[in-house]
């Protein structure tokens, strides 16, 4: 009798919440207070339109248009980043460390249509560095948070805490970090190079050491300074690039950002790069 | 009980030595490696990872196949795998010992390792990874160890060790989906972003584990005077060659997603590893290989009468073996980087160095497998008084 009774509270139980939660469940489906038509874009679950901004998010405008203006400036603007920085120069694409360099078009934007080409924006390079994306993959893969996104957006590096596993260059989509495959701070053994140049080396930003990655680091350094990264500098009063605050909409950056048709690269990996393109 | 390891005849001893002269210049070669840096392999900055996580990813496979033999002897009570569950436990140890060596001669900071569980960090597939490798590595000594300490005293294993057991299972699997994630979640890496990288490793660990472990068990069998039983082979033969069919079933969705799909990314890098891409074909011959070889061994398994014949079901384990090993140990991991994130083409080619202590790190593998058996084979000589000769 009392297993009778047990099993049936049981089976009403379970038609109740059935009986409740079906014609909801049905309901939803089939007259929808969901809209129907809504869009999903890569960046439509970016921080900066779900959220409110807060604090600084750092973020560049590279004008090419600009650069072909001023051929030459690109080269600068590498040179003055890899001196402030102590980049090592190997002289072989096997060792090579990078932090900003030019690279042809099509490389630079991979997914971009080459279809009936515009002669002068496939001919010319266009500078190429760190992202800095507002959600970083490399950030994601290390395992020992050596890399790490500041407040500021800005995705930096701990040389003393990374292991050298690497796993952070294989999960940028943009190929923007380098690795100390032997030690920057030695010579070359023929030649007795040195392969941090003597007479530029900067003693105010540490050299790294081997075994460890390293990239760009949106100048931080002379952010605290109040200094403008050192491409920025390079670039003097052309406004080839174009620094600033991101989540300010009266700065520099903001207002030609509205001003402007921008691309990004690999805008459908998600990450929110904070470096744009006019071309 | 590890003195019997000490002990063997001429051939033992003789394999014993030539597996530590190999380990001797594979650590001088680490010593050359540690002081210079990671600048004496052939990687470079769009090829990252080289040899070291490919036999890594490999070989992670080759630990978790061996969760094919504990499966149906410990849920099912199959006791046909009685005699080779400890073996299949002790070439999982052997296997994870080996993944780990690879990592440590892949860090650009081997002295910093620790800095993975100083500041751990739940959102890299890194982090957990050196957690299910530890933790298996730690169930299957244990495992092992408990198993055949009763063996040998001749009482059934205690109960306590019973939920290690049932645990190490859902964990083999763990391994291996754990270093696809490693992979398969990595945007701008077209050939890595597939959902059928988890299932497609585990299909290819399910085949190379249990096939390696047949081929041991023909050497035991040769030199060793250890016959695991006909039947028990038979049914890891089944096993073989049904997993490696899958393997090769989730190579051509691969294929008919990249291609039919006509997406640019998806095709480069099969084009690059199969067919050659804008010229680059040094991978070719050996990604051609990798897929003949298994289709000939899958071949040779599934008939019934080169099955039943030793010799060749024993080259039919052998083709599979080293068929996924070009796969996973060679082209999976080399042909990720390649185009890079800028689609450019950069080659890898493996330097001296690179080579002498990957063949150092297997052999290094194939020492503490050996003691490891000798340990379990000296066991069942001493309550079966068969007569060991190794």
């Known amino acids: 009798m009392d297993m ?19 014609p909801a469940a049905f309901e939803r489906l089939l007259n929808g207070e969901v809209p129907t038509i809504s869009h999903a874009s890569s960046q439509s679950e970016s921080h900066s339109e779900s959220e409110k901004p807060t604090g600084k998010r750092y973020g560049m405008l590279i004008n090419l248009k600009t650069f072909r203006e ?110 100390n495959w032997r030690n920057p701070r030695g010579k070359d053994e023929k030649s007795g190079r040195y392969f941090i140049d003597r007479a530029t080396y900067n003693k105010e930003f540490p050299t790294r050491m081997r075994g460890v990655v390293e990239k760009c680091n949106f100048c931080v350094e002379r952010l605290a300074k109040g200094l403008q990264p050192a491409c920025v500098e390079a670039t003097g009063h052309t406004k080839a690039l174009i620094f600033g605050d991101l989540n300010d909409t009266n700065s520099e950056i903001r207002r030609t950002l509205s001003s402007n048709f921008t691309i990004q690269r690999k805008p459908e990996a998600g990450t929110l790069p904070s470096i744009f393109y006019i071309l | 009980m ?34 210079y840096g990671l600048g004496l392999t052939g990687m470079s900055r769009d090829v990252s990872w080289g040899v070291y996580i490919a036999q890594f990813t490999f070989l992670v496979g080759v630990a978790a196949g061996g969760v094919m033999v504990a499966l149906p002897y410990y849920i099912h009570n199959y006791k046909v795998f009685g005699k080779i569950t400890i073996l299949g436990e002790f070439l999982a140890v052997s296997s994870v010992c080996m993944c780990l060596m690879f990592i440590i001669a892949d860090l650009g900071q081997p002295m910093r390792a620790l800095n993975v569980l100083l500041f751990p960090t739940p959102n890299s597939m890194l982090f957990w990874d ?24 001749e009482v059934a294993p205690p109960a306590w060790i019973k939920p290690f057991i049932y645990l190490s299972i859902p964990w083999a699997i763990s391994i291996h989906t754990v270093t696809a994630f490693l992979y398969a ?47 028990a082979i038979q049914k890891l033969v089944t096993i073989v060659a049904y997993a490696a069919l899958v393997n090769m079933f989730f190579l051509c969705m691969e294929f008919f997603t990249a291609y039919y799909s006509n997406i640019p990314g998806h095709m480069h890098t099969l084009e690059y590893l199969y067919f050659g891409l804008h010229g680059h074909n040094q991978l070719v011959p050996w990604m051609n290989l990798s897929v003949i070889l298994p289709v000939i061994g899958i071949a040779m398994l599934l008939t019934p009468s080169l099955r039943i014949k030793e010799s060749t ?50 052999a290094t593998g194939f020492f503490i497998l050996t003691i490891l058996y000798k340990l379990a084979l000296g066991v069942h000589t001493e309550l079966h008084g068969e007569d060991v000769i190794t």
């Open chain 2, 2 to 35: 590890i003195e019997k390891a000490l002990v063997g005849n001429s051939n033992y001893k003789k394999w014993i030595t030539f597996l530590l002269v190999i380990m001797g210049i594979g650590a001088i070669c680490y010593v050359r490696q540690f002081t």
């Open chain 1, 70 to 179: 001023h051929q030459g400036m690109a080269e600068k603007c590498v040179k003055a980043c890899h001196t402030v920085h102590n980049v090592p120069d190997f002289q072989n694409p096997k060792d090579e460390i990078k932090w900003i360099w030019e690279t042809p078009y099509e490389n630079a934007f991979t997914s971009k249509s080459h279809y009936y080409k515009n002669e002068e924006v496939h001919n010319n390079d266009a500078l190429v560095l760190c992202n800095h994306c507002d959600n970083p993959p490399c950030v994601r893969a290390c395992p020992t948070k050596a890399t790490f996104r500041r407040d500021d957006g800005i995705v930096a590096m701990d040389y003393h805490r990374c292991i050298g596993c690497r796993f952070c260059m294989a999960a940028c989509p943009f190929g923007a970090r380098s690795f």
């Open chain 2, 313 to 362: 079901m024993t080259i039919g384990c052998i083709l599979i073996f080293v068929g996924f090993w070009l796969d996973k140990g060679i082209g999976l991991v080399l042909g990720g980087f390649v185009p890079n994130p800028l689609e450019e083409i950069t080659a890898y080619h493996p330097t001296f160095n690179e080579i002498a202590i990957t063949i150092a790190v297997w």
């Open chain 1, 4 to 22: 009778k009774r047990r099993k049936f509270l049981k089976i009403a139980g379970l038609s109740t919440i059935a009986g409740i939660g079906a």
């Open chain 2, 130 to 153: 050196m957690i299910v490798l530890n933790g298996y590595l730690f169930l299957n000594i244990l495992i092992g160890w408990v198993v055949l300490t009763s063996e040998r005293k």
């Open chain 2, 185 to 231: 979640g990595l945007p701008g890496r077209h050939f890595w972003l597939t959902a059928i990288m988890a299932p497609r490793f585990l299909a290819s660990a399910f085949a190379a584990g249990p096939a390696l472990l047949i081929i041991v068990c023909m050497i035991l069998k040769r030199f060793a005077n250890f016959d695991a039983g006909k039947e």
